[in-house]
């Protein structure tokens, strides 16, 4: 959905007006109260917008028959060096021909795709007479691939489809098949592409990019760099924490953010200890799939729009600037609304009963920055480079981000500059 029509799930017309404490708290059962009387005490109009899902082990077989079943003839894929190496693009090539397709290869992406990365990509796919857009590879690959789709559909530069339903256009059909498992990319209605003359991210929403297909294929995250794993395990965790909190959250995006949130706190470790544990993968394959579905409804909040403007002006990893802002966020949230943050502490694991919900929400906080340690995430935002007096231009620049609509609390300029500068 829109993140207009996001809001107005919850109850209003204007994603950034106030918002009452009751209309933000959690439906947690009362004392005499069924399931059911908490659905029904909580029902309101829910929107939830999600790609047909091929998941499991092996399912990238089925590449082709969902790239035909599209209209597929000629699929462009989209993907990068790293999955050429490891392998993927090669089956999944394979799959493509076994189905009677001519698939043509662009793999010209690298972290944080690049504008103009996207405008040859899009170069690309015009030239070759392609048709279903195919994206194999992590969030940079998938948000390329997206934007290939825009500009086929809509023309112009890339950075003009900047903000909330500017994708006017029908997109070419698309599957995509996630290499990580955090970005959510592949189920999700939002694209971020680097602006590489104003170094910062754009955020792109639009219903339009729900891709057609997502084909979740586990045995793909398990040629996943370490450090790669950790930033993706904790992007995962900040969307479904963002989601279950944000303003445009419903009783359809919570289930799926609070099962994430258990799945990524018992399996992210493992996966790092032991990158060949197939049911940890699985885990965090379903979780990076359940938190795309809760975020790409619900929207996110104040982590994601600050995380892009670091993104941006450093192309740093998003998950890793994720992980470190996440908690600072987390306490500054639950100032306003420590209710909400009950539910997300007894999904991580933590005591609840009887404890104040501002104390869960501060251990909620260290929880998620004792798993950033385990993982191997730097503890501030200067060892990634970013130095106070880039503060008031990330500032500045953060409030303008689409994702910052949704927060579940009112954020003025002086409060991020407090955020980053806590977080260097």
Same mark, same amino acid.
């Not at 909580?42 to 209209?71: D, N, Q, T």
């Not at 493509?96 to 690298?110: I, N």
């Given at each position: ?20 404490? @009751? ?16 659905? /029904? ?48 693009? &090669? ?7 076994? *189905? ?85 990319? &592949? ?19 639009? /219903? ?34 963002? *989601? ?9 995006? &919570? ?21 060949? @544990? ?8 379903? *979780?990076?799939?359940?938190? +795309? ?29 994720? +992980? ?14 420590? &209710? ?8 991580? +694991?933590?005591?609840? %009963? +009887? ?10 906080? @260290?929880?998620?920055? %004792? ?10 935002? %200067? ?37 980053? /500068?806590?977080?260097?």
């Amino acid at each position: 959905m829109s993140l207009t029509s996001a809001a107005m799930v919850t109850g209003g017309n204007d994603p950034s007006a106030d918002w009452s404490r @009751d209309e933000c708290q959690c439906e947690l059962l009362g004392p005499q109260e069924t399931s059911t009387d908490a659905v /029904r005490r909580s029902a309101r109009l829910a929107k939830f917008h999600v790609p047909e899902i091929v998941f499991g082990p092996g399912s990238l077989a089925e590449l082709g028959h969902c790239a035909l079943r599209l209209g597929g003839r000629r699929p462009f894929l989209v993907t990068d060096p790293g999955l050429i190496a490891a392998g993927w693009a &090669d089956e999944a090539v394979a799959h493509l021909k076994r *189905a009677g397709l001519r698939p043509v290869v662009w793999s010209e992406v690298t972290p944080n795709p690049k504008d103009h990365e996207v405008q040859a990509g899009f170069e690309r796919y015009t030239e070759s007479g392609c048709d279903v857009i195919v994206g194999v590879g992590g969030g940079s690959v998938i948000d390329a691939a997206k934007g290939v789709a825009i500009l086929s559909g809509n023309g112009g530069r890339i950075l003009d489809y900047e903000g909330v339903d500017q994708v006017i256009q029908p997109i070419p059909p698309t599957v995509m098949v996630p290499s990580t498992s955090g970005t959510g990319a &592949d189920v999700s209605q939002f694209a971020v592409i680097t602006d590489t003359t104003e170094h910062i991210k754009i955020t792109i929403v639009s /219903r339009t990019l729900v891709p057609d297909i997502s084909v979740i294929d586990p045995r793909l995250l398990t040629t996943m760099p370490d450090w790669l794993n950790a930033a993706t395990g904790l992007d995962a965790l900040t969307h479904a924490i963002e *989601a279950f909190v944000s303003r445009a959250h419903n009783p359809l995006t &919570d289930i799926h953010a609070l099962h994430a949130v258990e799945l990524i706190i018992g399996n992210l470790v493992r996966t790092q200890i032991d990158p060949k @544990d197939f049911g940890a993968r699985l885990a965090m394959a379903q *979780a990076a799939l359940e938190a +795309g579905m809760a975020f790409t409804n619900a929207i996110l909040g104040a982590t994601h729009a600050m995380s892009h403007q670091v993104g941006g002006l450093l192309d740093a990893p998003h998950g890793v600037v994720n +992980g470190v802002l996440l908690p600072h966020v987390i306490r500054f949230n639950a100032e306003a609304w420590p &209710d909400r943050f009950v539910a997300l502490g007894a999904a991580a +694991g933590l005591p609840t %009963a +009887g404890v104040p919900p501002h104390e869960v929400a501060a251990r909620l906080a @260290d929880l998620v920055r %004792a798993l950033a340690d385990d993982v191997g995430v730097p503890k501030g935002l %200067a060892s990634l480079g970013v130095a106070e007096r880039d503060v008031p231009v990330l500032a500045r620049t953060t409030l303008k981000d689409a994702c910052m609509a949704t927060n579940p609390r009112i954020v003025e300029l002086r409060d991020v500059e407090t955020l980053f /500068r806590e977080a260097l």
